[in-house]
């Protein structure tokens, strides 16, 4: 169990997905279990760039983001860490390529009424920010479904699934796809 747990742990999972679909706090826990660190991409381009998302949305707006983004995520893939994506991680093409690249991808899927009650009011979040919070992640989620599915080597439904069962999935996927 332990060697199978030091040879998963090298092999830099990246979690993908919507806002609130746990990437961060089951990422968290995975990276815990397999004793790596977590890289969240959202706080090492925040710790980068020394500006909150919200002001770097609203300073330079979402395309001066998205470049950030690639510019982390390229710096970070095959790092042995866990590596927790932003949502909008999968929306350029060059982001999907380098996601395919370093595998493997775990998709967390997650229904748009589950997403919106875990990140309504959420003010670090500017895409859902004013407005109707499910209808935005309704919307999100029909742009971006296609994409997470076209990078993940694993879809996780998480639906009711709790984190310490969700981990597990992610696990027993990450065994069977060292072996
Ligand atoms: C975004 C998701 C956020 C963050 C930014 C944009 C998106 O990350 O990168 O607000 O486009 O869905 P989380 O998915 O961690 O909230």
């Given at each position: 169990m332990?060697?199978?747990?030091?040879?998963?742990?090298?092999?830099?999972?990246?979690?993908?997905?919507?806002m609130g679909s746990g990437k961060s706090s089951i990422g968290r826990r995975l990276a815990k279990h397999l004793n790596v660190p977590l890289i969240d991409?959202?706080?090492?381009?925040?710790?980068?760039?020394?500006?909150?998302?919200?002001?770097?949305?609203?300073?330079?707006?979402?395309a001066f983001f998205r470049q950030l983004e690639t510019e982390a995520l390229r710096e970070v893939l095959g790092k042995t860490a866990v590596i927790?994506?932003?949502?909008?991680?999968?929306?350029?093409?060059?982001?999907?390529?380098l996601l395919k690249d370093h595998p493997p991808v775990i998709w967390l899927k997650a229904s748009p009424n589950f997403l919106a009650k875990r990140i309504d009011g959420d003010s670090n979040r500017p895409l859902i920010a004013g407005g109707d919070t499910l209808q935005k992640i309704k919307d999100l989620a029909d742009i971006r479904y296609p994409l997470y599915e076209e990078c993940a080597d694993y879809t996780l439904p998480r639906g009711d699934m709790k984190k310490p069962e969700a981990l597990n999935s992610i696990i027993v996927f990450l065994?069977?796809?060292?072996?």
């Open positions: 332990q060697d199978s747990k030091e040879q998963i742990a090298q092999l830099s999972p990246v979690l993908v997905g919507l991409l959202d706080e090492y381009i925040v710790e980068k760039d020394g500006r909150s998302i919200p002001d770097i949305f609203e300073q330079e707006g979402e927790a994506t932003g949502g909008g991680a999968v929306m350029s093409e060059e982001n999907r390529q065994t069977r796809w060292k072996a």
